[in-house]
């Protein structure tokens, strides 16, 4: 389920422009969820996508009763680097560029599409047809780990495990300028961004989100620079991008967040999922993957010194 309050940004806009950007979803898909009674407005089932809506109404959309004309398919072309594999988990290294799931603008060509290839079974894990097995994700500039369920008990047991935070992620963050303090934990509620719905923002009606932070190192060339660990408390979308962004200190290469400040040769934010850790859905086991800097990023810290 999903469950927004409308920002004063969409005040006025119809139900099924908001549905579509709340579901990333069509606006047909979104005219059709309405239609089959999955959204609601302050808890009164909507039957009408032409609907304008009024600032601060909640939205509740049952992601179920979305319409899904053709599951993903499977493509060999994808590329699909895995760290781990056995009979309830796959651990992925996700290269930066890859869309993991399906989704408006990006049909096909996604991480999901490639898994399929080699996992044909992860099609009815889930429940959710355009992401199955998907437990989280990476944005698309983003690299590095990321666990796929195999079957429907360990996807059910590893999204209690992000539900409650006892899943571990670390990132490797390169920002602009020097933290003040060495370390830090950030806590402020993330949400819809009030003057632009596309992007989110640190706002008083969000969601709670923490985000940790240890200074690894400091640059002063190519620019004042800090290589920064993150280990999200809570996952919010884009939780750590926004979360730099509004203490001062934006991500390296981050198009929406990085206040147009230039990019020092970067295709793509400097953001990567270094380290997994989980309780594994069958065994109970803790397991820990890492993965290093991939070359584009590694390169750059290195010429950083």
Same mark, same amino acid.
């Given at each position: #389920? ?50 304008? *809506? ?18 993903p398919a499977a493509d060999p072309a994808v590329p ?30 996604? *991480? ?5 290839h080699r996992y044909p079974e992860l099609a009815k ?74 992007? #989110? ?14 200074? #690894?190192? #400091? ?24 979360? *730099? ?61």
């Open positions: #389920m999903i469950a927004e309050r409308v920002p004063a940004a969409l005040a006025g806009e119809r139900l099924d422009r908001v549905v579509a950007l709340l579901a990333d979803i069509s606006r047909s898909a979104a005219v059709a969820t309405i239609e089959a009674g999955g959204v609601r407005i302050d808890g009164t089932p909507a039957r009408s996508g032409k609907v304008r *809506l009024v600032e601060d109404a909640q939205i509740e959309v049952d992601q179920a009763a979305i319409p899904r004309s053709l599951p699909v680097e895995l760290v781990h594999v056995d009979d309830a988990v796959l651990v992925v290294d996700k290269p930066a560029g890859l869309v993991v799931h399906p989704g408006a603008g990006n049909l096909d060509g996604t *991480l999901v599409n490639g898994l399929l894990v889930g429940g959710v047809a355009d992401r199955p097995g998907i437990v989280h994700r990476l944005d698309a500039g983003s690299s590095g780990l990321l666990v796929v369920a195999r079957t429907d008990a360990a996807f059910d047991a590893l999204v209690e495990q992000f539900t409650a935070h006892t899943a571990g992620r670390r990132y490797d963050a390169v920002v602009w300028g020097h933290p003040a303090a060495p370390h830090g934990i950030i806590d402020a509620p993330i949400g819809r961004d009030v003057a632009d719905p596309l992007r #989110m923002a640190v706002v008083v009606a969000g969601k709670p989100a923490r985000t940790e932070y240890q200074v #690894m190192a #400091m640059f002063d060339r190519p620019a004042e620079l800090a290589r920064l660990s993150c280990r999200l408390q809570t996952g919010r979308t884009h939780q750590i991008r926004v979360h *730099l962004a509004a203490v001062g200190h934006p991500l390296l290469g981050d198009p929406t967040y990085g206040e147009r400040r230039t990019t020092l040769g970067l295709t793509r934010p400097f953001l990567h999922a270094a380290e997994l850790s989980f309780d594994h859905p069958v065994t109970g086991d803790r397991l820990t993957f890492e993965s290093p800097l991939p070359p584009d990023l590694q390169a750059f810290v290195d010429a950083a010194g």
